[in-house]
């Protein structure tokens, strides 16, 4: 599998994850208006940060320029609904999914950081890049092109191996007939 093979696909499955964090976000928003009383913030906040998340996952690639500060926001934003969930589900009294929204928060807290302040990807192109690389430019290769046959060699390589021995005495049967010589073949 190709580098930019592989890349498409982390790619893809980072828009899959996005789109199935914000969907879920939306729903826990849609059930938290079931019995709205005390959560209107928060409903607010499940409803913009999941548009937000989408809408930013939708425009992915028209936004490259900024992408470390979109991607890093996009975390961010997944790590606080995460933590609000997280709350939620304390205040309900769930028993274990706490953990993993927990967890999770956490996790998008570290993708923020990662992204903030990890390196930075070039998008500039030519020699701008090459410039800034800190490996130097390979030169072009020539093409290995054999050198041609000698004439002699050529001729030798070209026509089929004699007929009869070049010493008389080998290669004779008992009467003295010559015995053909085995076809060497070259490459």
Not at 114 to 120: N, Y
Not at 132 to 138: E, G
Request: net charge neutral; charged share 15%.
């Amino acid at each position: 599998m190709h580098t930019s093979e592989r890349a498409r696909r982390a790619a893809a499955l980072q828009k899959v994850g996005h789109f199935l964090t914000a969907l879920v976000v939306i729903l826990k928003g849609v059930v938290k208006l079931e019995h709205p009383e005390g959560y209107w913030p928060l409903i607010v906040f499940l409803f913009a940060g999941g548009a937000y998340i989408a809408v930013v996952t939708v425009l992915h690639d028209r936004l490259h320029h900024h992408m470390r500060r979109i991607e890093a926001s996009v975390y961010a934003i997944e790590s606080l609904v995460m933590v609000a969930m997280t709350w939620i589900f304390v205040s309900e009294g769930k028993n274990a999914i706490q953990y993993v929204t927990g967890l999770a928060a956490l996790a998008f807290a570290v993708a923020t950081m990662v992204r903030l302040i990890g390196k930075r990807e070039s998008h500039r192109a030519g020699s701008e890049a090459a410039s800034s690389s800190p490996v130097a430019p390979v030169a072009p290769v020539a093409p290995i092109v054999p050198a041609p046959l000698d004439p002699p060699v050529a001729a030798a390589v070209s026509r089929p191996a004699a007929a009869t021995p070049a010493d008389p005495a080998e290669g004779a049967d008992e009467a003295g007939n010559g015995v053909e010589a085995p076809a060497v073949s070259r490459p």
